[in-house]
């Protein structure tokens, strides 16, 4: 018997983005994993979007807005830069990667 668990590496680079849920400008640390796109996570208002989709569903359970605002100011902090970030995909990918 044998088991292939398949999870991709993922880089959390910060940004300053619109946030739809406070309407206003947040700090947002994005999660960038190599062919599963990019989520955005707002460190305001604890909600998390996936770029390409919209908002990902909300936890049922107490105080997960709390929660998920503390673990994405965590986060926050360990984030890198952008351009870190494409240096790391460039990484991941090869050399034939190229920065937007």
């Known amino acids: 018997m044998s088991l292939i668990i398949c999870r991709p590496s993922t880089f959390y680079w910060r940004s300053i983005r619109y946030c739809p849920t406070e309407g206003r400008k947040r700090r947002f640390v994005m999660a960038e994993a190599v062919w599963y796109g990019t989520a955005a996570m707002c460190c ?36 890198r830069t952008k351009r870190e970030a494409w240096d790391w995909i460039k990484d991941q990918l090869g050399s034939e990667a190229v920065a937007a």
């Open 44 to 79: 305001g208002c604890g909600d998390k979007w996936d770029l390409k989709f919209g908002r990902f569903q909300r936890p049922f359970g107490r105080q997960w807005r709390r929660k998920a605002i503390k673990k994405h100011r965590e986060l926050w902090k360990q984030a």
